[in-house]
Structures are given as structure tokens and as C-alpha cells.
């Protein structure tokens, strides 16, 4: 049975640093594009990121690009989630996704997935 968990999350400054993890069971990960969905209270799900299975490319959405990084422990069978100078606008539940990918449509870049997690919270205040 496939099964993706979050951890890492937890209440962080603005400006502060997590690194949220993926661990991955059933199914092995390296062989899939492997992604991350937030939702905040009362808005819409909003693709962050979708690394690819060959990790040739990892799509960002605009408002995370150069401040969260993707990657990879095959190994581990896990991923994880860097997000650094945090913002109180990244304040959300933050869901791992696999297999994702990144689709265009009238209102720009979407992620398309078939598998999520339970989700992590993420809070970002003083």
C-alpha cells in the first residue's frame, strides 16, 4: 500500500528555517516525480514544488522560488522540503503528493497528482 508521511513541521520566525521530510512506503521513489502541496485556512491548495524522478528539474512555484530546494535520499526512500527565509504567507498545512506534475493552464503552472500524505502544519510568526 502506498503511503507518504510528513514531519519536520512546527513554528518557526520570520526569516527562520525548517526542512520538511517524506518518507515513502509501497512503492519506491526514485522512480517518480515527487512533490509538495500547502493549504492555508480559507484559501486554495497552491502547488509548491515537483522534482522530477531523474532530478533533472524541480519546478518552484513563484512565491517559494530561491527560497525553498527539493531533494532526495533514495536511500532513505525519502524526500525533503528546505524552506528558508520564511514568510508568515507560508503559514500552512504542507502535503507531500507523488507522482506529480506540473501542468499550464488559464491561471498559470498547476501540479497534478494522485497520492498525498496526511500533511504537516507550518507556522511562521512572532
Known amino acids: 500500500q502506498l503511503q507518504l508521511v510528513e514531519s519536520g513541521g512546527g513554528l518557526v520566525q520570520p526569516g527562520g528555517s525548517l526542512r520538511l521530510s517524506c518518507a515513502a512506503s509501497?512503492?519506491?521513489?526514485?522512480?517518480?516525480?515527487i512533490g509538495w502541496f500547502r493549504q492555508a485556512p480559507g484559501k486554495a491548495r497552491e502547488g509548491v514544488s515537483c522534482?522530477?524522478?531523474?532530478?533533472?528539474?524541480?519546478y518552484y512555484a513563484d512565491s517559494v522560488e530561491g527560497r525553498f530546494t527539493m531533494s532526495r535520499d533514495n536511500a532513505k526512500n525519502t524526500v525533503f522540503l528546505q524552506m528558508d527565509s520564511l514568510k508568515t504567507e507560508d503559514t500552512a498545512v504542507y502535503y507531500c503528493i507523488a507522482p506529480c506534475s506540473v501542468k499550464v493552464g488559464p491561471g498559470g503552472p498547476y501540479l497534478e497528482y494522485n497520492y498525498w500524505g496526511q500533511g504537516t502544519q507550518v507556522t511562521v510568526s512572532s
Open positions: 522534482i522530477s524522478a531523474s532530478d533533472s528539474s524541480t
Open positions: 509501497g512503492f519506491t521513489l526514485d522512480y517518480y516525480a
